[in-house]
């Protein structure tokens, strides 16, 4: 049964951006106050995840391992075992860099309430480069059974997601990025796990996008309707796994082709998960937008832009791709 969907956009004329991480640090001590059996673990990066401030409000229930992910896995297993909600959190390049094998065995076996919630994903790392810029995590994660996918757009979307998923038993992956993003939702938007989220409608192409390419992608739909009449539907699917398989069936029927929008390598990412679903139950062409299938390179902050535009991935390269989708239907 089909279900219906309400837009859901912040309308408002004043661009406002803020920090995943920090709304990450805020919402962590806002959800220690009221819930008592969280703990934190970090692993030296307990300044740049912003889980210090967790530590300042409750310094029993954060714990800093050190440069020792796979140990911060296991430690936070344990405390799940002794009936905690764990929280382990770093940089994406390091869980799961790092530690897959813990987070296979010690963690999504047993099904344990571990919430692994990272940042720095994706190219936008700043200097770091390809060993820091984590592009794989998202077709790691959602291979692992007993695993969600989570992949939030902005700081609102963090808190609420957040706020979602510490009541609900059993291991998560959290993909934050480390830029300031434009706030997209309002405090009463509202998210569900399992579901994705139109936040602009149109007729000819649906864009699904998750986290910084959300943003991106609306740019484009503003680009691609005033140069070309091409009116695009724009979904944040911020939830990768489980996604939402009804979305993905109403927008091929009411739109045709798809394209996937994402700061990930185009294999196993948000695109392969949309495939996986209209392979099955609605047949479609799919253009997957994202990194083909190779490794980044090092960019200064304020080079960050032209980085993704390098790689395929701000709103003038995802006009091109839309474009060239459109004008091969009509052949």
Known sequence: MMVSYELTHLTTSDTKFSDMRSAYGDSLVNLGKKYPNIVCVGGDTTDSLKTKKFGEKFPDRLFNVGIAEANLVSIAAGLAIAGKVSFASTYAAFIPGRCLDQIRNAICYPNLDVKIVVSHAGLSVGPDGASHQQIEDISIMRSLPNMRVLVPADAISVKKLLG???????????????????????????????????????????????????????????????????????????????????????????????????????????????????????????????????????????EIDSLLDKYGLSPGEIVKNVVALKKSEKK
């Open 164 to 302: 979602k998923i510490v009541n609900i038993p059993g291991p998560f992956y959290v993909r934050l990025a480390r830029p300031s993003t434009e706030e997209l939702y309002s405090e009463e938007s509202n998210f569900e796990i399992g579901k994705g989220t139109i936040i602009k409608d149109g007729n000819d192409i649906s864009l699904f996008s998750c986290g910084t390419m959300v943003s991106a992608s609306l740019k484009a739909s503003d680009i691609l309707k005033k140069d070309h009449n091409i009116s695009c539907r724009v979904i944040d699917m911020y939830s990768i796994k489980p996604i939402d398989s009804e979305l993905i069936y109403k927008c091929t029927k009411e739109t045709g082709s798809l394209a996937s929008v994402e700061e990930h390598n185009i294999v196993g990412g948000l695109g392969s998960a949309i495939s996986e679903v209209t392979s099955e139950i609605c047949p479609t062409f799919v253009r997957k937008i994202g990194i083909r299938d190779k490794y980044g390179e090092s960019a200064r902050d304020e």
